[in-house]
């Protein structure tokens, strides 16, 4: 559990809460349910009708990384790569072979595979930066939905507070009904701007953060697997591979 993550969007919405009651103001002022449904509601239609079905499950899969985010340690990495290597001196590249059938990692099982069947190094970096390529595109579309949502919700909010206005001039004549069209109108904005800001450009951002992470982590799988395949000493592979920790 990411607990800055958590402490994040806590802060942010209790900023909110706790400025609107330093004013003056009463907490259920913020709370209106048509608000809610022209926002939430028409961020999410207008972001359902540019995405794709696949795009937008995994974009919903992969938004619990900004609260539980997937283990990556280049620190580790490097270490399970030297081992392959002390391995691959020892026994030879056919030595990896039990490796790879165990190793849980699809991308550094594909690259132990290669090893084991021989492949030329320029073959094995080919098909596992394609690979890299495609994971890194695949998951960006997923930070791009969020980012779509942020770009939607403020003007879904002036949607709102329109509609709101409009239900104010048509019913001028009737005062009990202007209240609630104002509070429509306001707090439609406040939707719209905040879930924007606090939210769906800040998980968008994380998301990219992570897959980026992710991207260094597998380059330098890359470079440690090409360095084995190359017959490199396991001392020189291991001070190549702590410079992706600077």
Do not use: H
């Not at 699809?106 to 098909?127: H, M, W, Y």
């Amino acid at each position: 559990m990411d607990i800055l993550s958590l402490l994040g969007v806590v802060l942010a919405f209790a900023a909110i809460l706790g400025g609107n009651l330093l004013e003056g103001g009463a907490l259920n002022s913020l709370f209106n349910g048509p608000a809610a449904i022209i926002v939430i509601g028409g961020t999410l239609a207008a972001t359902i009708l540019q995405t794709s079905w696949p795009v937008l499950k995994r974009a919903t899969v992969q938004a619990r990384w900004v609260f539980v985010p997937p283990y990556i340690s280049i620190e580790d990495g490097i270490g399970k790569v030297i081992d392959w290597s002390v391995k691959a001196r020892k026994q030879g590249l056919l030595g990896l072979e039990g490796l790879a059938e165990k190793e849980p990692e699809s991308f550094a099982r594909k690259g132990l595979q290669l090893l084991v069947d021989g492949a030329e190094t320029e073959t094995i970096r080919s098909i596992m930066e394609i690979d890299l390529d495609c994971r890194e595109q695949r998951n960006l579309e997923s930070a791009r939905v969020f980012e779509a949502m942020g770009g939607y919700s403020p003007t879904i909010g002036i949607i709102g507070a329109v509609m709101g206005l409009i239900q104010v001039m048509t019913n001028l004549e009737d005062p009990a009904s202007l209240g609630s069209g104002i509070a429509t109108a306001f707090v439609a904005t406040i939707y719209g701007v905040a879930l924007a800001n606090l939210l769906f450009f800040p998980v968008a951002n994380k998301l990219r953060g992570l897959v980026r992470e992710r991207t260094r982590y597998e380059d330098m799988l890359i470079d440690g697997i090409i360095a084995i395949a190359e017959g490199e000493n396991p001392k020189s592979i291991e001070l190549r591979l702590r410079g992706f920790l600077q």
